[in-house]
């Protein structure tokens, strides 16, 4: 195993991962908590895989390929119904199968391991959890990455992927923490709404992302950046937000 690039995979997680642990300002969350958000989040990895895989599976004989490439349903021409349905196809892969798999199993895994901790006592400590969990996903998931396809590769994820995903957890715990305030202030209607939103809005932003990302479409490689650069400058403030304005929870 080549030690560079396992660390080329690793250090730019470890390094998101202290900047949000250092933001947590009222009360610092034990390690062991976080460590095993990490390693959960690993976990998370393989089993979005195995569900992809599923889908993918599924995606495949609800919209069946020809050998020459293009789709074959029967009326139109080629040229129209290849770009007409590979968009399609698209659009089902990255916002169903693969942005509802990572995010909805990350989501999960955070409400069984975090709801009812104690430690979860402060609107902060959910942004914390669903980054940890992120970047425990998104560190596994480089690894793999990166010894496949080599040192080009960890350089691209760790300026996209790598902070994507921590962006994606920011958004996840932002709502996750104030679902815990409400069910906590006796509002459950309240926390079902801010559950959903810590659910949609990254599995949204994943989608999106992928999507611009692996899009052979001109258009979406031009806004690909532009979407990147918007979705890291909200995270950021959306952290420093939630840290200043961070307060206890009690029930």
């Not at 949000?20 to 610092?28: F, K, N």
């Not at 195995?50 to 349903?73: D, H, M, N, Y």
């Not at 596994?140 to 080009?152: D, F, P, Q, R, T």
């Amino acid at each position: 195993m080549n030690v560079t690039l396992v660390l080329a995979a690793v250090v730019p997680a470890l390094l998101l991962l202290v900047r949000v642990y250092l933001a947590d300002r009222l009360e610092r969350e034990p390690l062991s908590l976080l460590l095993g958000l990490i390693f959960w989040g690993v976990v998370a990895t393989e089993l979005a895989a195995l569900s992809e895989q599923a889908g993918i599976f599924l995606l495949k004989r609800l919209i069946p390929q020809v050998q020459s490439g293009g789709w074959s349903f029967g009326w139109g021409t080629v040229a129209y119904a290849t770009t007409q349905y590979s968009t399609l196809y698209d659009i089902l892969l990255y916002f169903v199968v693969v942005a509802v798999s990572e995010e909805g199993i990350k989501y999960l895994i955070l409400r069984f391991r975090t709801w009812r901790s104690p430690e979860f006592n402060c609107t902060f400590d959910g942004v914390v959890y669903a980054v940890f969990l992120s970047l425990g996903f998104a560190l596994w998931e480089n690894i793999h990455y990166v010894l496949a396809y080599g040192m080009g590769t960890a350089v691209a994820r760790a300026v996209t992927a790598v902070p994507g995903h921590a962006c994606f957890g920011v958004f996840m715990g932002t709502w996750y923490g104030l679902a815990k305030r409400a069910s906590l202030a006796g509002k459950p209607g309240k926390s079902l709404f801010f559950r959903l939103l810590a659910f949609l809005i990254p599995t949204l932003l994943h989608g999106l992302y992928d999507f611009a990302a692996a899009s052979q479409l001109q258009e979406l490689g031009w806004l690909f950046l532009p979407f990147i650069g918007a979705m890291f400058l909200v995270s950021y403030f959306l952290v420093r937000l939630m840290s200043r304005f961070d307060k206890y929870m009690r029930g």
